[in-house]
């Protein structure tokens, strides 16, 4: 019934699962058939005379053990399924997730960063949760972990060992603002002989462009893996930034330093707003909502990007 | 329904109690001269803590009210401490 | 419709809304004490900012406008309004006294740039910002708590003057007198846990 | 005014006071009008919400912008949990019906304080307003959540300051409601009704003002701290500054948890009045009903943790907080049993309260025992922040106090208003509603544990089946609804006039006086020597009215 599990967490969850519901189940159908026989058997056309009783202490206390004692079981189950999330092994693959205003972004040990999540199978992957801006959560619902990436908060870790290939889905799940329900992406597990060639690939580092590449493409690209086009739309409404389209080249009112001046949209500024965005504020909008991306986005992407916004005034 | 008879504090009891209200402070401000390491806020918590039953017996009456009264203060002072006290399961542990 | 008098009734409301105060600034403690646990050398050393000599004067001045509020019940109780009146001066001067204080106190850290968003702030870290933080909102609370209070204070002498107030109806002299004592209370624990940190 | 003669006083609906017309209902300080002002004012923006409720189905009905984009679907849910929760659950029971009949079940001539009631209805006009001013000014109606969770809420762009600082203010009303009732109930009392002789509602009510008033400040004071970090950048949660976003959370939940059973307490009282009128019995196990509804408020305010078990708490702190949560299920359960006895060897009377009541206890049970699986540790950390919570919540607070509502004005109507309603439209409603409920809510528990997070305006297609027949469900809802309170104004405003004081056959005292009640309730207060709901005299003749 539900996403399929590939992690090792999976069986403990629904040993709790099974459990919980299994009681849950027979107390519901339970009381609901005893109350559907109460409706026929004691209706007052039936039974017109009512019986007084007002109470009686040996069920009360029967009441109130029996389900004390499921409860402790479920409380139990629930436990012992949420102990191994939290010991957090040592040994693994340590990868930095980052979250922010609505994208994640993945830091592997050498350094190289992806925006979907590349993980071999039956090797535990610590995660060191970060986040930029507001609350976000990372959440597989295939391998039935969860946590909150909280600003500030360091040493927040989380960690998974899938046991199965394929590609699985990441959402956000604590609420971030406008595009929230957008901030989901893609886990892939692999093999681990596939996954280790694809780490040692370092073309996936620092990609060389072809001669012949469309540049404006690849910029476009960018845009959309960094996630820009969540608060920069291409068709002139304003989202939460302003629109990249139709403006480069031409003159742009901003604030500098709390005075109002007027500049060129070049190449200059472009780098400029993507790397230190709350030097200039564009007229209209509020410094803080777009924060730097030094270290996200290498220079050979600014380059890209501008390309890219050249493009969209032709 | 003024059926409940009224006591009537004597002035004389009340300005005992400021002596020793002011006594205590000054204690509490001389303590903190001492070094008792992390008994420090301890011991000026119990000095607060003293320093308020009086107020609340003397000045606020509760020893001449009905029971109820300081049996409510103590519950609602219970739930505050329990209420902190579970606080700390997170951050004394994080 | 005839309303019944319940002055017990009316003492009880009293205490069930000194509860909410008494929770309200709870929550605030509970913040600090989070923050100070987090924080502790930051908070030692951010005390050692506050004028201990000033916060005694308040704390001492509170205490006795406290034994005033509560000797004006007594002396209301035994007919002796005069005396009552006095003693309702005393403990509304005492109380704007502490507000001159406070400005004062509350000026100086001003001028040192110790106020939330100022840049000395910024510079100092962490710990002091919050303990700052926490000082000019818990104290101003408090100080809001003290406006209040001697507004109450003055409806309650005017209403003394016009004998609505008398030795036998005096419920609204003692639910005042209950706030003043609460404001009182929050302070015997503000007052170490801000000033007197070693 | 009063003058002590046996002249039969005017009922409370034509009285004429000191003002005329409209006004003398906006500054009247009776309680039985105060009740039915915040009972007009509730199921006004009931409607408003209701009607955000089903656009956000509609938006939900397929993947993709359907009918609205994020920021309007941010904005909707908002502001519906906002009143859904600050205004209408939150207040709703005690408010409405609390005012109404909590002096009469006691035999009292008003509350103990009537001025400082009006004035808790004026403070909750007011705080609304402030709420709804957030929607037009500034910049734009706010998209946190109701939860208001930092730090997002001191970010965001839109214009938060308001909703928050209305949802403060209509805490002031809601303690002061609380204040006035526990005094009323300690001070007002019928001779001879000593507290194990009141009336269940009453007592529900009395452990509701409790946590109303020991629980409300907690949540004004985390708003004001909301505002003071928009305004002034104190830093309390702002991690820039070194605050700490998850204390924020627990200060809000400290209020938040133990306002479940503020909504939830009052609904049980309800319960617990009808199934003993309509099996004209005495209900099972009246101690066992009080003190777990004393341990519901009491355990209630140290569970709030199981919102924040994937929050970046300590592992201990988890422990505690799923451990205490078990604990606060117990009392829920003693109650339900409880329920169910009184029903065995009754005398079944089937009228629409009590359908209502019997289809509360469904769906309490589910949302109940839904709730059980949230609180364990593993479940939880797959289905938080997933529609397995939304459908939770709406079984448990829909469910349980909205059905609770519903069955509550269906018993209480007649006395309210002197006027009876139509039975077979009403019943009809109730059965639409009904199906039309479970098929809107259950595909949600699928939903979420499939992985669906909830606050999604748009989802993946995988998602898509159970969203339909969810939307679906919310127009068979929405269509019962509508049958319901059609009946319901129709025949306050028209139906057959009754007098008949006890339609019902109750035992509580508000069945004693006259329908609808006078000015004053009591010509002369009566002594109360019975417990509540002693049905021995019942010969199994039923009243000819009913
Ligand atoms: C009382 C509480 C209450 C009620 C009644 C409802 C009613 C409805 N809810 Fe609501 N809902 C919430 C409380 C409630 N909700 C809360 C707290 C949230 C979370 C917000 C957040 O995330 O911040 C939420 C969120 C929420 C979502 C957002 C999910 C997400 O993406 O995260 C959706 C989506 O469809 C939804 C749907 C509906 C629908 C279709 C209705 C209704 O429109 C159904 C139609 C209504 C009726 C048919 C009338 C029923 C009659 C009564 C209840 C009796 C009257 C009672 C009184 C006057 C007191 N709700
Ligand atoms: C009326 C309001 C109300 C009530 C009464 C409850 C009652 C309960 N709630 Fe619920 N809850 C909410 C309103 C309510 N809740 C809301 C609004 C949210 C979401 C807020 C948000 O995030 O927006 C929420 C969220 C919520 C969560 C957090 C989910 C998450 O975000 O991760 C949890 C987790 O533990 C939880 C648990 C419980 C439990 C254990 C009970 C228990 O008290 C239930 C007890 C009842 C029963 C157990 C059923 C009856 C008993 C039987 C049928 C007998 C058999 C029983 C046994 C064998 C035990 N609730
Ligand atoms: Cu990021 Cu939701
Ligand atoms: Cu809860």
Known sequence: ?314 | MSEEKTHIVPYKTQIVVLIVLLILTALSVAVTQLEFGSYNTLVAMLLAGAKSVLVLAFFMHLKYEKKLFPVMVAAVMVIFLLVLFVTFFDYSYR | MTIHRDDLGDKFGMWLFIFTELLLFGMLFVVYAVYRSMHPEAFRIAAEELDVALGTINTVLLLISSLTVAMSITAIQKGNKQRALQLLGVTLLIAIIFLVNKYFEWGAKFEYGFYPGSEVLQELGFGTILFFGLYFFMTGIHALHILIGIGLFIYVIVQMKNDKIHQTDYVWLENTGLYWHLVDLIWIFLFPLFYLIH | ?546
């Open chain 4, 1 to 546: 005014m009063t003058d002590n003669t046996r002249q039969k006083q005017p009922s409370f609906l034509e009285y004429q006071g000191r003002y005329k017309g409209i006004l003398g209902w906006i500054l009247s300080t009776d309680h039985k009008r105060i009740g039915l002002l915040y009972l007009y004012t509730m199921l006004f923006f009931f409607s408003v919400a209701a009607i955000l409720g089903i656009l956000m189905k509609t938006q939900l009905l397929a993947p993709g912008e359907t009918i609205m984009g994020p920021q309007t679907y941010n904005s909707f849910f908002t502001l519906h949990g906002i009143i859904m929760i600050f205004i209408i659950v939150v207040p709703g029971l005690p408010a409405v019906f609390g005012n109404f009949f909590l002096p009469i079940m006691i035999g009292a001539k008003d509350v103990a304080f009537p001025r400082l009631n009006l004035l808790s209805w004026w403070v909750y006009i007011i705080g609304i307003l402030i709420v709804l001013t957030s929607q037009f000014t500034g910049g734009g109606p706010p998209d946190t959540g109701w939860t208001f969770y930092a730090p997002y809420s001191f970010q965001t762009p839109t214009n938060v300051l308001p909703a928050v600082f209305g949802a403060f203010v209509m805490g002031f009303s809601s303690i002061l409601t609380g204040i006035n009732f526990v005094v009323t109930i300690h001070r007002l009392r019928a001779p001879g009704m000593s507290w194990l002789k009141m009336p269940l509602f009453p007592w529900t009510l009395y452990g509701t003002a409790w946590i109303q008033i020991l629980a409300t400040p907690v949540i004004g004071i985390t708003l004001l701290l909301i505002v003071a970090e928009r305004m002034l950048g104190i830093g309390f949660f702002d991690p820039a500054l070194g605050g700490d976003p998850i204390l924020y959370q627990h200060l809000f939940w400290i209020y938040s948890h133990p306002a479940v059973y503020i909504m939830i307490l009052p609904a049980m009282g309800v319960i617990s009045e009808i199934i003993p009128v309509f099996s004209k019995k005495s209900i099972f196990g009246y101690r066992a009903i009080v003190l777990s509804t004393m341990a519901i408020a009491f355990v209630g305010y140290f569970v709030w943790g199981h919102h924040m078990f994937t929050s970046g708490m300590s592992g201990r702190a988890l422990f505690t907080f799923s451990f205490l949560t078990f604990l606060v299920a117990i009392p829920s359960a003693i109650k339900v049993f409880n329920w169910v006895a009184t029903m065995h060897k009754g005398s079944l009377h089937l009228h629409t309260p009590f359908f209502w009541a019997v289809s509360f206890l469904f769906v309490f049970m589910v949302g109940g025992l839904t709730g059980l699986v949230l609180g364990a540790l593993a479940t939880n950390v797959h289905l938080h922040d997933t529609h397995f919570v939304v459908a939770h919540f709406h079984f448990i607070v829909f469910g349980g106090t909205g059905f609770a509502f519903m069955g509550a004005i269906h018993y209480w109507f007649p006395k309210m208003f002197g006027r009876m309603y139509d039975a077979k439209w009403a019943n009809l409603g109730w059965g639409i509603f009904f199906i039309g409920f479970l098929s809107l809510y259950l595909p949600m528990f699928y939903l979420g544990m499939m992985g669906m997070p909830r606050r999604y305006y748009d989802y993946l297609p995988e998602f898509h089946g159970p969203n339909i027949l969810s939307s679906l469900g919310a127009w068979v809802m929405i269509s019962g609804i509508l049958i319901i309170f059609a009946n319901l104004i129709r025949s306050a405003r028209s139906g057959p006039r009754t007098s008949e004081k006890n339609p019902w056959g109750g035992k509580t005292l508000e069945w004693q006086v006259d329908t609808p009640p006078t000015l004053e309730n009591y010509d002369e207060i009566p002594r109360v020597d019975e417990t509540p709901y002693d049905y021995r005299d019942y010969t199994g003749i039923d009243n000819p009215n009913n």
């Open chain 1, 1 to 314: 019934m539900y996403p399929l599990g590939a992690s090792t967490f999976v069986p403990g969850v629904e040993n709790a699962f099974v459990f919980i519901l299994g009681i849950a189940f027979f107390f519901l159908i339970g009381i609901t058939a005893v109350i559907i026989y109460f409706l026929f058997k004691y209706n007052k056309k039936r039974h017109p005379k009512p019986a007084h009783i007002e109470g009686n202490n040996t069920l009360e206390v029967i009441w109130t053990v029996i389900p004390l004692l499921l409860v402790m079981g479920m409380f139990y189950y629930g436990y012992v399924a949420w102990i191994p999330m939290k010991r957090i092994p040592d040994e693994g693959i340590h990868i930095t997730a980052n979250a922010r205003m609505w994208s994640f972004s993945f830091t592997y040990e050498d350094g190289r960063v992806t925006d979907k999540l590349y993980v071999p199978k039956d090797t535990a992957i610590i995660l060191n949760l970060n986040a930029r801006d507001v609350l976000h959560s990372l959440y597989i619902p295939a391998f039935r972990v969860k946590e909150d990436m909280v600003p500030g908060l360091t040493d927040n870790r989380m960690w998974f060992q899938a046991n199965n290939t394929g590609t699985f889905t990441i959402f956000c799940a604590e609420y971030c603002g406008l595009q929230h329900a957008l901030m989901y992406t893609d886990l892939v597990v692999m093999e681990p002989e596939e996954f280790w060639e694809w780490y040692a690939d370092t073309t996936a580092l620092a990609p060389v462009i072809p001669e012949d590449a469309n540049l404006a493409l690849l910029g476009r690209q960018v845009v959309e893996s960094k996630g820009c086009i969540a608060c920069h739309s291409l068709d002139g409404t304003v989202v939460i930034g302003p629109s990249f389209l139709g403006k480069f080249g031409d003159p742009v009112r901003v604030i500098t330093a709390g005075e109002e001046r007027e500049i060129l949209y070049d190449e200059e500024y472009v780098r400029r707003s993507i790397y230190d965005p709350d030097y200039d504020i564009t007229v209209g909008f509020r410094p803080g909502q777009m924060l730097s991306y030094e270290g996200e986005v290498s220079e050979e992407e600014v380059s890209l990007i501008i390309e890219f916004l050249r493009s969209l005034n032709e």
